[in-house]
């Protein structure tokens, strides 16, 4: 799993975060075959769904300066149409913040400030690149991204020196198969529904160099593979009394001025 995509993610439970995606072309030698089988089966039966939605249950250590931990928690509910729609709710400790994207504008509504902020690609573009853009560009990160992605097998195995097969275990009530993996970083878990529905039923990520090795644990389910997701919800209309406000560009230039040098 990349690191800094993923812990930007997990990590904080920040709306903004930053990350650097590498494309891994080679899958790394370190990986017990079975444990890379079971990710790529995963990867790709995710990747072959039309639309999807699901509930993650995310937890989040977070260490004072004394030593001491806190969790944190939130609920994220996510939709997917591709290949172009998601939508995203948070509701949390840090947040009520729903995510909208329709193919061409993306959408951050944090309901507890009561501000909004939008900014529209030069042209249509699928999920994957308009989570790259909002990434690169102004730092925003849509919780869930990981699973998202159209080959998330490459943005998992892009910082791992080595995963191995732990064994057969249970999620819930769910007959899973648990995955573990090393990186420079961080650590991390997988567990995964067995059969022919490859789905993620949990995942924990922990904090390597970090003092008190802080967690992130998700529990993923209500996984709905057929959902019925029309248009109006990746449409957002601004409630009443709420204020637009602009993204913060990382590149130091507006949106436009950045649409313009696409052209």
Do not use: C
């Not at 995963?42 to 004072?64: H, I, P, Q, W």
């Not at 909002?134 to 991204?145: H, Y």
């Amino acid at each position: 799993m990349t690191v800094n995509r993923t812990w930007a993610l997990l990590a904080t439970f920040a709306v903004l975060a930053v990350s650097n995606p590498v494309a891994n072309a080679q899958e790394s030698a370190a990986i017990e075959p079975e444990a890379a089988q079971i990710l790529r089966q995963m990867s790709d039966y995710l990747g072959s769904l039309k639309r999807f939605s699901f509930r993650a249950e995310n937890t989040v250590d977070t260490v004072m300066p004394s030593g001491q931990k806190l969790q944190l928690g939130a609920n994220v509910d996510i939709a997917i149409r591709r290949p172009n729609h998601f939508r995203v709710n948070r509701k949390g400790d840090l947040g009520d913040q729903e995510f909208y994207f329709d193919g061409r504008t993306l959408t951050l509504y944090g309901k507890r400030v009561n501000y909004y902020a939008t900014m529209t690609a030069s042209e249509t573009i699928d999920i994957d690149s308009a989570l790259d853009y909002a990434r690169e560009e102004v730092g925003v990160v849509m919780p869930g991204s990981d699973l998202v992605y159209q080959n998330a097998y490459q943005g998992f195995t892009e910082d791992v020196d080595s995963g191995m097969y732990v064994g057969a275990s249970t999620v819930g009530e769910v007959q899973v198969h648990h995955l573990a993996f090393r990186g420079s970083e961080v650590d991390w878990q997988i567990w995964i529904e067995k059969g022919d529905k490859p789905l993620p039923r949990k995942l924990v990520i922990t904090s390597k160099w970090i003092t008190g090795a802080p967690q992130f644990t998700a529990v993923f389910s209500g996984w709905d593979i057929s959902a019925q997701l029309k248009d109006a919800l990746f449409t957002f209309s601004p409630p009443p009394g709420v204020e637009k406000i602009g993204f913060i560009p990382l590149r130091g230039n507006t949106v436009s001025e950045q649409e313009e040098t696409r052209r």
